[in-house]
Antibody, heavy 124, light 114 residues
Framework: EVQLVESGGGLVQPGGSLRLSCAAS????????MHWVRQAPGKGLVWVSR????????SYADSVKGRFTISRDNAKNTLYLQMNSLRAEDTAVYYC?????????????????WGQGTLVTVSS | DIVMTQSPDSLAVSLGERATINCKSS????????????LAWYQQKPGQPPKLLIY???TRESGVPDRFSGSGSGTDFTLTISSLQAEDVAVYYC??????????FGGGTKVEIK
């Protein structure tokens, strides 16, 4: 069974930093692209960042570019999101999500599996 | 970025009746080389993460009841719940994955029981 378990959320002051982790199990982590998606309280879903299977390629939403860094440790089956220069508008539940295997080379970046999420609150 | 617009924002449907949710993309999400629409639908219940229902616009994810169906092509898509059940009360989101520069979601549609 695929499991994604996020951790690292909490209360942080504006301008502060936080590192989120997502522990993966139940599948060959090193074979899959991984993503972070966030959801502000009472709001919709917003894609944040992606990383390819070996960690050599990353991309970000414009709203977090230059402040957030996605990474992974395939030996530890763990995905990370380093968040710096946090703002009030970064307050959200952060989900890690796995896309399906790209067996046909069609780039299917829909989210087949989600973690339960971790809440990040940026406030003074 | 491709903007995804859902309608309505909310709807109330009687148990056993049909619920229809619309999703419109600001540009086509149909990839001509494989004739696939890069469109997915999710269900999110309160306090839970989203759950994948439909991908490639009309392919039901394993384990999803067949009362859920997706249709449409190009820029206009529909999620239909053929016979609403109490457990279907949730917020539903569409998502395009055509543009890998930025994956985008619709604003969500809240489905309630009338």
């Amino acid at each position: 069974e695929v499991q994604l378990v996020e951790s690292g959320g909490g209360l942080v002051q504006p301008g502060g930093s936080l590192r989120l982790s997502c522990a993966a199990s139940g599948f060959t982590f090193s074979s899959y692209w991984m993503h972070w998606v966030r959801q502000a309280p009472g709001k919709g879903l917003v894609w944040v960042s992606r990383i390819n299977s070996d960690g050599s390629s990353t991309s970000y939403a414009d709203s977090v570019k230059g402040r957030f860094t996605i990474s992974r440790d395939n030996a530890k089956n763990t995905l990370y999101l380093q968040m710096n220069s946090l703002r009030a508008e970064d307050t959200a539940v952060y989900y890690c999500a796995r896309v399906p295997a790209d067996v046909s080379n069609w780039n299917p970046e829909y989210f087949q599996h989600w973690g339960q999420g971790t809440l990040v609150t940026v406030s003074s | 970025d491709i903007v995804m617009t859902q309608s309505p924002d909310s709807l109330a449907v009687s148990l056993g009746e049909r619920a229809t949710i619309n999703c419109k993309s600001s540009q086509s999400v149909l990839y001509s080389s494989n004739n696939k629409n890069y469109l997915a639908w999710y269900q999110q219940k309160p306090g839970q993460p989203p759950k994948l229902l439909i991908y490639w616009a009309s392919t039901r994810e394993s384990g999803v009841p067949d009362r859920f169906s997706g249709s449409g092509s190009g820029t206009d898509f529909t999620l239909t719940i053929s016979s609403l059940q109490a457990e279907d009360v949730a917020v539903y989101y569409c998502q395009q994955y055509y543009s890998t520069l930025a994956l985008t979601f619709g604003g969500g549609t809240k489905v309630e029981i009338k």
